[in-house]
C-alpha cells in the first residue's frame, strides 16, 4: 500500500528559475490538494483538483504558479521566474471519493518538497 | 472565514504522563470537521484524529482523544501514556462542507516528550 509520493524532495535555484514539482497521490484516490508551508507556520491550500479539473484556486497562487492534473492521476506544481520569498514546503494530499459526513475529508499527505530559492 | 488558533508554540512532557494539546476554532459553519495531524521532522503530515461537528461522542483513536466542547469551539487533542516517538509538531485543522473541503491549519505545537 503505497502513500503519497512526491518528488523531488529538496530542491535548491536561483531566483529567477523555473522549477516543477510532481504528486503521486493514493491511486484510488480521486481528490488532490496542494499546500505551502512555511516556517514556523501550518500549511496553507493552494489548489484542489478534482480527477483532473482544477475546482480550486486560493489567491496565495499568483501567476506565477500553476498546477496540473493532466490525466486525473499524478499532478505537477510550476513555479515561474522563481523569488526568494516561495522558499517553503510544498505539501501535497490527496483525499477518497465519498466520504460521509461531507466534511469529513481526511486528507493524506506526502513528506513534501523542499524548496529553497537563493 | 474559518480560523484554526494553537497557543501553545511548546509543551513537554514526561514519559508514561499524559499530555493536553490546545485548539480553539472560529467559523460561522454548522457543519465542519476537526483534524489533528503529526508531523515529525522528516516533514510528511501524519492524520491522527477526526471529530465531526455533529458527533456527540468525543473521537478516539488509541492513545489519542480529542474533547471536543462545541460551545466553547475547542477541540483539543489528548495524548495518554506519551512515548518518545510522540516527540513532533501537532497541528489542529478544519474543513468546512464544500465543493474542496479543504483543510484550515493553526499554528501548531511541538511537543517534547522527556524521559
Redesign the interface.
Known amino acids: 500500500d503505497t502513500g503519497v509520493s512526491q518528488n523531488p524532495r529538496h530542491k535548491i535555484t536561483k531566483r529567477g528559475q523555473n522549477v516543477t514539482f510532481r504528486c503521486d497521490p493514493i491511486s484510488e484516490h480521486n481528490r488532490l490538494?496542494w499546500?505551502r508551508q512555511t516556517l514556523?507556520?501550518?500549511?496553507?491550500?493552494l489548489t484542489?483538483f478534482?480527477n483532473e479539473a482544477q475546482?480550486?484556486k486560493s489567491r496565495l497562487l499568483s501567476d506565477r504558479f500553476s498546477a496540473e492534473r493532466p490525466k486525473g492521476s499524478f499532478s505537477t506544481l510550476e513555479i515561474q521566474r522563481t523569488e526568494q520569498g516561495d522558499s517553503a514546503?510544498y505539501?501535497c494530499?490527496s483525499s477518497p471519493r465519498g466520504f460521509i459526513?461531507?466534511?469529513?475529508?481526511?486528507?493524506?499527505?506526502?513528506?513534501?518538497t523542499?524548496l529553497s530559492v537563493l | 472565514a474559518q480560523k484554526?488558533t494553537q497557543t501553545q508554540p511548546g509543551m513537554f512532557v514526561q514519559e508514561k504522563e499524559a499530555v493536553t494539546l490546545d485548539c480553539t476554532y472560529d467559523t460561522s459553519d454548522q457543519?465542519?470537521?476537526l483534524?489533528w495531524?503529526k508531523q515529525p521532522s522528516?516533514?510528511?503530515?501524519?492524520?491522527l484524529i477526526?471529530q465531526?461537528?455533529?458527533d456527540e461522542q468525543n473521537a478516539t483513536e488509541g492513545r489519542y482523544s480529542l474533547n471536543f466542547q462545541k460551545a466553547r469551539k475547542s477541540a483539543n487533542l489528548v495524548i495518554s501514556a506519551s512515548q518518545l516517538g510522540d516527540s513532533a509538531m501537532y497541528?489542529c485543522?478544519m474543513?468546512?462542507?464544500?465543493?474542496?473541503?479543504?483543510?484550515?491549519?493553526?499554528?501548531?505545537t511541538r511537543l517534547q516528550v522527556t524521559l
Open positions: 490538494y499546500y514556523g507556520q501550518g500549511p496553507e491550500f484542489y478534482q475546482l480550486e514546503m505539501l494530499a459526513p461531507p466534511a469529513k475529508n481526511i486528507q493524506y499527505f506526502g513528506a513534501g523542499r | 484554526i457543519s465542519y470537521g483534524f495531524y522528516s516533514g510528511e503530515m501524519i492524520f477526526y465531526g461537528s455533529y497541528f485543522a474543513s468546512l462542507t464544500g465543493t474542496a473541503s479543504k483543510l484550515t491549519f493553526g499554528t501548531g
